[in-house]
Antibody, heavy 120, light 110 residues
């Protein structure tokens, strides 16, 4: 069974860079039918797509975050990663990684989520 | 990009049917059959309930069904059960090669 697990610091200072890694187990991430994605959810609020990365390295980002987001993939470790720079309190959220289909038409496997708090 | 529009809340009694709408534009919901629906219980990750407008993943009850007309997609839950009480989100692929979610709908089973 495919499983995804987020890892990274739970506390980040304002203006610094948030870094998270998603480790995939139970299957290979190297598939042309799927990509890895990040979705975040501020406390008490709705879901927001952050971006997605294909295993070729092609990336697609939310336009509202594009200037601050960088995603990468490491197929040798079955991992993909998220970096969000110049964070503010508004970036405080649970960050989920997910396996997404082409055209982002579905997200059928999700990590449990990682709460990242931006605070000094 | 603007979030898709969903009602903030809906409610129904056990055994009844409810429908949650998800309105977008011709650049997202209306332009592609790549609408998904997710169920989220408090403190847990979202769960895929419907994809490609009408398709149910293996293991999802056939009480859940999806449809689309023009720029509005809909999720219908028939035979409401207490465990259906949750937040529901729609999402759609967009013409900008991005993904947009709806604001979410809180379903209360009375």
């Amino acid at each position: 069974q495919l499983q995804l697990q987020e890892s990274g610091p739970g506390l980040v200072k304002p203006s610094e860079t948030l870094s998270l890694t998603c480790t995939v187990s139970g299957g290979s991430i190297s598939s042309s039918n799927y990509c890895g994605g990040w979705v975040r959810q501020p406390p008490g609020k709705g879901l927001e797509w952050v971006g997605s990365i294909f295993y070729s390295g092609a990336t697609y980002y939310n336009p509202s975050l594009k200037s601050r987001v960088t995603m990468s993939v490491d197929t040798s470790k079955n991992q993909f990663s998220l970096k969000l720079s110049s964070v503010t309190a508004a970036d405080t959220a649970v960050y989920y990684c997910a396996r997404m289909g082409t055209n982002f038409r579905l997200s059928d496997h999700w990590g449990q989520g990682a709460l990242v708090t931006v605070s000094s | 990009q603007s979030a898709l529009t969903q009602p903030a809340s809906v409610s129904g009694s056990p055994g009844q049917s409810i429908t949650i709408s998800c309105t977008g534009t011709t650049s997202d919901v209306g332009g592609y059959n790549f609408v998904s629906w997710y169920q989220q219980h408090p403190g847990t990750a979202p769960k895929l309930m419907i994809y490609d407008v009408t398709n149910r993943p293996s293991g999802v009850s056939n009480r859940f069904s999806g449809s689309k007309s023009g720029n509005t997609a809909s999720l219908t839950i028939s035979g409401l059960q207490p465990e259906d009480e949750a937040d529901y989100y729609c999402s759609s692929y967009t013409s900008s090669t991005t993904l947009v979610f709806g604001g979410g709908t809180k379903l209360t089973v009375l």
